[in-house]
Nanobody, 123 residues
Framework: QVQLVESGGGLVQAGGSLRLSCAASGRTVSNYAVGWFRQAPVKEREFVAAISGGGISTNYADRVKGRFTISRDNAKNTVYLQMNSLKPEDTAVYYC????????????????WGQGTQVTVSS
């Protein structure tokens, strides 16, 4: 089992920045790719970014590419999502999840999930 806890969400103005953290415990977390997903009201959960277990390879959704950066510190068992140039359409609950590959885009391909953290971007 892997337990994941997100933090760092909040309210920010458009153009601002936030850094989300995903703290992991349980099995050796470096064995897992970790992805960030988000879900806005009445919308499906969507892929945001993912990183390989070793932190070498990353994958981003087109709508966040160039604005968001995913990274991880396996010594701290933590994965980060740095979000810059935030837009109102980035407003959602953000979840981190552990799975088998950073290439996975479908939430069903991830086995372990955190409880989510709310990000609200005001215009």
């Amino acid at each position: 089992q892997v337990q994941l806890v997100e933090s760092g969400g909040g309210l920010v103005q458009a153009g601002g920045s936030l850094r989300l953290s995903c703290a992991a415990s349980g099995r050796t977390v470096s064995n897992y790719a970790v992805g960030w997903f988000r879900q806005a009201p009445v919308k499906e959960r969507e892929f945001v970014a993912a990183i390989s277990g070793g932190g070498i390879s990353t994958n981003y959704a087109d709508r966040v590419k160039g604005r968001f950066t995913i990274s991880r510190d396996n010594a701290k068992n933590t994965v980060y999502l740095q979000m810059n140039s935030l837009k109102p359409e980035d407003t959602a609950v953000y979840y981190c999840a552990a799975g088998g590959s950073y290439r996975y885009l479908n939430p069903t391909q991830y086995n372990y999930w955190g409880q989510g953290t709310q990000v609200t971007v005001s215009s």
